[in-house]
């Protein structure tokens, strides 16, 4: 969907008049939304309105990333600079159309989940205060199974974005070693996600596993960049965490191309690995950039996701734990 698309343009329209209205999605979906003249990001003048219409915009990226994923909402009713709580169950007053589905949680309690897959539930998540989409490592038709595990490479505060860059190159020629593919995006924030695709029928317990054994073994290598200490204060001093811990069954992880409750409105930005160079800042990737980037590259995420990895090689690393 182009920045000129009538959705788009909708959009425009009802937040230039009253800020209010009603949002016609075709084939009898409609979604009530209001206040799209409130400023979500006040360095920026970012509205709520240029917040949904960058997800409408970016809708045949993100939503290929997020279908049928169960969601967990982090609201901001007042933007960034506003209070926030996160939501996880659906709710009672989900309007007609927003997509639910009822899952077991990470209690082992049934609920009722708001699910990715379509503009109508993107926009009902944005209408309501979502700014980051959290989505589940898997998809309704197989909740029991994992299909991408990640890893996420968080810098402390001492330690300059390119060493995250630096160590995601080694990290690279890990994965090469021991024969795995793994997509790469920014967190948005301050770090690099590594997630890598599985195979059908990959366990929670293996895709943590997974990612426990690569960390660890990045740690061992790089001793002096890299750590898997998860305490704050026990972490060596200009370490970067690689962190392998939000892999288990109910965990969720930022989606590719969600903005980030961040000043400058930044993006979860996929990357080439080839774009891991010295030169490479956060602060190109944000809701006024990524339309563009992705209509020159197309969805290089989709693309990553669909190279999956062989079970031989997932058994050739777990077999040997």
């Known amino acids: 969907m182009s920045s000129s698309s009538p959705i788009v343009k909708q959009l425009e329209e009802i ?7 009603t949002l016609e999605l075709g084939r009898g979906k409609k979604l009530r939304v209001t206040s799209l003249d409130k400023v979500y990001f006040p360095e920026l003048g970012t509205t709520k309105g240029d917040l949904m219409r960058y997800y409408a915009a970016m809708a045949p990226a993100i939503l290929p990333a997020i279908k049928d994923r169960p969601l967990v909402l982090k609201r901001y009713p007042d933007g960034v600079a506003g209070p926030s709580f996160f939501q996880q169950n659906a709710g009672d007053a989900i309007p007609e159309h927003v997509r639910t589905a009822r899952v077991t949680t990470e209690s082992g309690q049934p609920a009722e989940r708001i699910v990715g897959g379509d503009l109508l539930t993107l926009l009902y998540t944005v209408q309501i205060g979502t700014i980051s989409v959290h989505a589940w490592q898997t998809r309704t038709r197989h909740l029991e199974f994992a299909d991408t595990s990640t890893i996420d490479l968080d810098p402390g505060e001492d330690v300059p974005f390119g060493d995250v860059v630096a160590l995601a190159v080694k990290i690279r020629g890990v994965l090469a070693t021991l024969k795995l593919q793994a997509g790469i995006k920014t967190s948005g924030s301050s770090g690099l996600h590594i997630v890598l695709p599985l195979p ?3 366990t929670f317990v293996e895709s943590s596993e997974l990612a426990t054994a690569i960390a660890s073994r990045v740690a061992e290598e790089q001793p002096k960049r890299a750590t898997v200490e998860r305490s704050i204060k026990d972490r ?6 690689v962190d392998a811990q939000q ?3 109910g965990k969720s992880v930022v989606a590719a191309y969600s903005v980030r409750a961040r000043s400058k409105a930044t993006v979860s930005a996929p990357i080439a690995w080839t774009d891991l160079r010295p030169g490479l ?5 944000t809701i006024e950039t990524m339309p563009v980037r992705v209509r020159r590259i197309g969805d290089i995420w989709g693309a990553a996701m669909k190279r999956r990895n062989s079970r031989r090689a997932l058994d050739a690393l777990l077999g040997g734990l």
């Open 15 to 21: 937040e230039a008049a009253t800020g209010d209205g």
């Open 200 to 202: 059908p029928g990959t």
């Open 236 to 241: 060596p001093a200009g370490t970067i965490y």
């Open 247 to 249: 892999n288990a069954e």
């Open 281 to 285: 800042r956060l602060a190109q990737f």
